[in-house]
């Protein structure tokens, strides 16, 4: 025989049950947040400082980029493009250099209006030759290091600190 239970103490276990299917849903949020964090910052080697002072804010959004503004500082940049001349536009990059493109791609490429693979005067490749016209920018990761512009194109020769030096002209 079923032993009766009162409508009170029901409700007191269905509380209890509800309480703590919250508190295993906060745990999980907590967790799964802290989890995140972790993994987020797995790759950086140095202490979390050294993370921070490569973040960028530009337009209302914060990146992170693989050099400190100090890592670059050094580096002439000597770009007369803004940020508002990218805004919605149409920009192509000409590239040998992959981890360049992603960084250029992850931050520039977030106001772009498009952001397009060419080749820059001469193509061996199916994608579309572009000169100094439209907005390009010539990744090239050779010796020696150096920034230049010529009309709407940049050419970027070197590695990250040559990269970043111009993301953080061109966002600054």
């Known amino acids: 025989m079923r032993s009766l239970e009162t409508r009170a103490s029901r409700e007191a276990k269905e509380q209890g049950k509800r309480r703590m299917i919250s508190i295993v849903l906060l745990a999980i949020m907590v967790?799964?947040?802290?989890?995140y964090a972790f993994v987020t910052f797995e790759g950086h080697s140095g202490p979390a400082q050294a993370v921070a002072g490569s973040q960028l804010t530009a337009g209302g959004r914060t990146f992170t980029l693989a050099n400190s503004k100090e890592d670059v500082s050094g580096i002439n940049a000597p770009v007369s493009l803004e940020l508002q001349?990218?805004?919605?536009?149409n920009v192509y990059i000409d590239s040998n250099f992959p981890a360049g493109s992603r960084e250029i791609s992850s931050t520039l490429g977030t106001f772009a209006g498009k952001l397009q693979d060419a080749c820059y005067l001469g193509c061996n490749e199916d994608l579309p030759e572009k000169?100094?016209?439209?907005?390009?920018?010539v990744l090239n990761s050779s010796a020696p290091n150096s920034i230049s512009q010529n009309e709407n194109c940049v050419f970027i020769n070197g590695n990250m600190r040559e990269v970043d030096a111009f993301l953080y002209k061109v966002l600054q």
Request: with cysteine; aromatic share 6%.
């Open 85 to 89: 001349d990218y805004l919605g536009k």
């Open 31 to 35: 967790l799964s947040t802290a989890g």
């Open 131 to 137: 000169n100094c016209s439209s907005l390009l920018i």
